[in-house]
């Protein structure tokens, strides 16, 4: 019964080789895929800064910082005023997160950009990025980096798993078949 290792050597290559597209392919999406967020980033962030200005204008108008503004509605009587500084605030810390997160991405080097992306992911745009993704063949060095590091894990998965666990299984089967004789 030789026949079954002499099968998986016939397509060892060809699986071999498969799987150096397949991981080159899924891996050369993330460039694609941060490159994609960050513009989406880029629009919210952008909103964000249009809104802030709109309260810091409206603070100005009554001669007044946009922090001393928040904190005189803070404190009036009337409920909904009062709701307001509340708004203002969340503008204010949104508009320096969306802008911590952009300038942290558009600042990071190759190496450090998947670390960075994760350290700064906001759920929201991800899953609005993921809705509206298109796949695409990034032509930069960095989608060539990780297409070859996508070529590699698919292999080291390939040897080290499917290979090492399918070895086992037929060293045994063999020693199991040559011990009778």
Same mark, same amino acid.
């Given at each position: 019964?030789?026949?079954?290792?002499?099968? &998986?050597?016939?397509?060892?290559? #060809?699986?071999?080789?498969? @799987?150096?597209? %397949? $991981?080159?392919? +899924? &891996?050369?999406?993330?460039?694609? #895929?941060?490159?994609?967020? @960050?513009?989406? %980033? $880029?629009?919210? +962030?952008?909103?964000?800064?249009?809104?802030?200005?709109?309260?810091?204008?409206?603070?100005?108008?009554?001669?007044?910082?946009?922090?001393?503004?928040?904190?005189?509605?803070?404190?009036?009587?009337?409920?909904?005023?009062?709701?307001?500084?509340?708004?203002?605030?969340?503008?204010?810390?949104?508009?320096?997160?969306?802008?911590?997160?952009?300038?942290?991405?558009?600042?990071?080097?190759?190496?450090?950009?998947?670390?960075?992306?994760?350290?700064?992911?906001?759920?929201?745009?991800?899953?609005?990025?993921?809705?509206?993704?298109?796949?695409?063949?990034?032509?930069?060095?960095?989608?060539?980096?990780?297409?070859?590091?996508?070529?590699?894990?698919?292999?080291?998965?390939?040897?080290?798993?499917?290979?090492?666990?399918?070895?086992?299984?037929?060293?045994?089967?063999?020693?199991?078949?040559?011990?009778?004789?």
């Amino acid at each position: 019964m030789r026949s079954s290792p002499r099968i &998986f050597r016939i397509f060892d290559g #060809f699986i071999d080789r498969l @799987l150096c597209v %397949l $991981g080159a392919v +899924l &891996f050369s999406q993330g460039p694609e #895929f941060m490159q994609q967020y @960050l513009q989406r %980033l $880029g629009g919210h +962030l952008q909103e964000a800064q249009r809104q802030l200005g709109l309260f810091r204008q409206a603070a100005t108008q009554s001669g007044q910082t946009l922090e001393a503004f928040i904190t005189e509605t803070r404190t009036n009587s009337n409920a909904g005023v009062a709701h307001l500084s509340s708004v203002m605030s969340d503008a204010l810390d949104r508009t320096a997160s969306l802008q911590a997160a952009h300038d942290a991405l558009t600042h990071s080097s190759l190496w450090a950009r998947p670390f960075v992306f994760a350290q700064h992911l906001d759920p929201d745009i991800a899953r609005a990025t993921w809705a509206a993704y298109l796949p695409a063949v990034p032509t930069t060095l960095e989608g060539l980096v990780y297409a070859l590091a996508g070529m590699l894990v698919c292999l080291l998965l390939y040897h080290v798993a499917m290979k090492g666990l399918l070895g086992l299984f037929f060293r045994k089967r063999v020693t199991a078949q040559a011990a009778p004789a």
